[in-house]
């Protein structure tokens, strides 16, 4: 079995890639990509690093064709929203164009696409399922959108086996790392962990979804197993909780205070922290986990064993 | 005003190309384009031969900038979904890149979108409106879906004002037109007027949404005038009727009798003569107009007043 993962160098790629070996362990071979990558990363995986939405670097890096491909590779929200030349190169033509060559050179190929919960736009309080409908408000969303749209038909035609995971934002991202406007959900782990102080823009009862980087990674691995009769998109479980509730169970599980100042930034809340529940019963039903708990994403989420 | 018509040889093209002059008779530039044209088409009209899907006559063809842009060029959907490379560039690739490069160069031009019905896919039999979900069954239905989803969002950045327009099949093609799975819908009003024999693939009850080039045209031109507050999506109201219903109206209107047996392929019915009721209810108080009835449909599918 030929494995690639894309965008192996982000925050969600360097976890997957450090559970590749093991979660693979008679694959043929491991390949990771990013634009940039250090030279190895473990015995009997390649490292190739090259600009995806180059035709040539894509050429080459796909050949001779792989049967698993994780498509993780993507520039953030806010950064596809003021960059809108490099968004549409980055998350809408270079994933068409390598759904349509991995599939040229295996076709019926696992394609395990990381979506986004951007594909809802502004969701009405109504719980929402994989059959709510999509009205992305962001650049970054209606790319994402686009591709499942594509790839659900790829699969139909049997040219790729696809599945659209649609992630929320994933915790707790390294406090460096730009371009999200929602890091306050990540900064929150990091700020208590540290015994800091933190104002948090949002108010207390702001509701997310969450999700450690172990929880999505577990995901992926799922969808990459699970059999291709499991295609399409679907909508992982997450925790639904209010950050307030999340801070406190981080104190806890660090034994610290919380020494946080609540703020009101309103368009803030309206995009990342107004989220309704979440009815993810078919993920569930077909083996898909979050979190087992607040405690467990807390710790989950600023666990040192990834990368 | 420069205005651009794409596909501008295509059985709506070349409808929509002989009223252009007299609809914006003080436009400063209207240039027709398709991959084959004829040298010339009236006064003051340029026509420009050249293939969309070349990067290179694509930036030539668009300096130095068009204020209204009707995007017609499409391959048919059998055609698409045999040749799936073609089907790609053509119906996705080329779109994205059009409507891109209209917008650098003019931020803001009107753009208008012939999208098709085809965006639905399988029809359950509740009545059709604009919030019907959408789950595309063939790959140029997928492409025009995904194509509705960009112009939505570069609407909403005001890098274009556009606006997608679901078009039925439009009636009645040339008999010589082929790739369309819809031809009976066509060709059953030119073999009535003619006085001919039919066999008819799909029974007499089978039901579609019908709308002549007349029509089509005038929908295309109102989306343009309308103003750029109506943007997004439009599902134009059509005649709904079984194909009985309207082969009768056209032996009427033309004096024959009916020489048509009807036939029971159940995969055409499913596609394209099982359609439910249409709620257009939007598109009408916006001024969009059907055919009035069976006979004025009739008539306008079978008159020789375009080219």
Partial sequence: ??????????????????????????ASRLVLTDRE??????????????????????????????????????IPGSLAEREQDLGRRVNLLAPIELASQVAARRPGARFVFASSIAVYGALNG??????????????YGAHKHMMETLLSDMTRQKALSALSIRFPGIVARPPTESGHGSAFMSLIFHRIAAGEDYQCPVPAESTCWWMSRAAAIKTLLHAAKIGDEVAGVVQPPALYACIGDVAAATAGVNGRQMRISWGHDEALRQLFGAMPPLDASRALSLGFRADANLETLAKAALSGDSP
């Fill in 126 to 139: 109504q719980t929402v399922t994989e059959a709510t409908p999509l009205a992305p408000a962001i650049t």
């Fill in 1 to 26: 079995m030929r494995i690639l993962v894309t965008g192996a160098n982000g925050f969600l790629g360097r976890g997957l890639s450090a559970r590749l070996a093991e979660a693979y362990p008679d």
């Fill in 37 to 74: 990558l250090p030279p190895t990363f473990g015995s009997g995986i390649e490292c190739i690093a090259g600009n995806l939405a180059d035709p040539d670097v894509l050429a080459a890096l796909l050949e001779p064709g792989f049967d698993l491909v994780f498509h993780l590779a993507s």
